[in-house]
């Protein structure tokens, strides 16, 4: 899609409402908003975005319908739906009575409590998923969940970061048994789709591997197109057109997560870090952590 390229993209949801002229306000890499309080004018159309984070969304009262690259989706009351980061986006609102909004970044859900999140929900995976609707009481079991996380969001307690994190949790474990038990996110999908698919599925696959000591180096985007033994050059276009970012971008970004995680929290050592990431030089590793995050790693930790 030669248009893409135009398309704005969007870190967190702060910054795409900003865009939109309509302020909201965030903290760190999680957000929960009440869309009435967003959204005082309906009906509503947003234009086309692309975004980083994961969206989560609950209808409990509306109707409306969002894109996802090149499937529309309509929905009313009782409905459930989430989109997740890179694609080509846009909702609309046709009406709108009580509705909550969660976003949540990769860095966000697994630095503060769960590391291995797509082998444990492997819908999050997924390029393109319908709306989902539970009965009455199935969504009032959800719906408590998301309340209490709206509770703890809008305190400020010692432990909200990790509050929150574990109630988000508790929420997907919810959403999975409900939805996508038996969900496998590689069965679905045209060509382009099942790379991206593959892509981030051995993505991860890596770390963990990383983790475990079953590599001794990170892989460059050359090393994920030969798993699926595809030319480079047409396995990173691919990429780069399906999500908004080259496959390096993804790399770089699983590497700092996977690093902020061990720094915030294991006793490791930053040469044991930077062993386990398959740097080198404590050197380099220290000079890629600052170029992504503009801190050190001993500052990121002591912070």
Same mark, same amino acid.
């Given at each position: ?8 993209? =969007? ?34 159309? $947003? ?9 989560? *969304? ?10 996802? +690259? %090149? ?18 986006? $846009? =909702? ?11 976003? =949540? ?11 291995? @999140? ?30 209490? *996380? ?13 509050? *929150? ?22 069965? %679905? ?5 099942? @790379? ?19 590599? +001794? ?5 050359? +090393? ?8 480079? $050059?047409?396995?990173?276009?691919? @990429? ?10 993804? @790399? ?28 080198? %030089? ?22």
């Amino acid at each position: 899609m030669n248009e893409t390229k135009e398309i704005a993209f =969007f870190e967190r949801v702060v910054d795409l409402y900003n865009a939109l002229k309509i302020p909201i306000e965030q903290s760190n890499q999680f957000s929960m908003n009440n869309l009435l309080e967003i959204h005082k004018t309906i009906p509503y159309k $947003s234009p086309v975005f692309r975004t980083n984070y994961y969206s989560f *969304i609950f209808i409990k009262n509306g109707k409306g319908n969002y894109t996802t +690259d %090149e499937q529309t989706f309509e929905y009313g009351s009782g409905t459930i739906y989430f989109t997740n980061p890179g694609h080509i986006k $846009s =909702f609309e609102f046709f009406e709108l009575k009580e509705a909550y909004l969660i976003t =949540f970044s990769e860095e966000f859900l697994k630095t503060n409590a769960h590391q291995n @999140i797509f082998s444990d929900f492997p819908f999050l995976l997924s390029e393109t998923v319908p709306p989902q609707n539970p009965n009455k009481q199935e969504f009032k079991g959800i719906e408590t969940i998301y309340l209490q *996380i709206l509770n703890e969001y809008q305190n400020n307690s010692l432990y909200k970061q990790k509050i *929150i994190s574990n109630l988000l949790v508790a929420l997907l474990l919810k959403i999975k048994a409900l939805f996508w038990q038996n969900y496998y996110p590689l069965e %679905e999908g045209n060509n382009q789709s099942r @790379i991206v698919k593959a892509f981030k599925e051995n993505l991860e696959k890596h770390y963990r591997d990383l983790a475990e000591n079953n590599v +001794d180096k990170v892989f460059q985007p050359q +090393d994920y197109a030969n798993l699926q033994q595809l030319n480079s $050059s047409y396995f990173s276009q691919v @990429i780069k057109s399906k999500t908004g970012k080259s496959p390096s971008s993804w @790399i770089n970004e699983r590497t700092t997560s996977y690093a902020k995680a061990l720094l915030k929290n294991t006793s490791k050592s930053i040469k044991e870090i930077t062993y386990t990431l398959a740097f080198t %030089e404590t050197a380099h590793f220290s000079n890629f952590f600052k170029k992504q995050t503009g801190f050190s790693p001993s500052a990121y930790r002591n912070k």
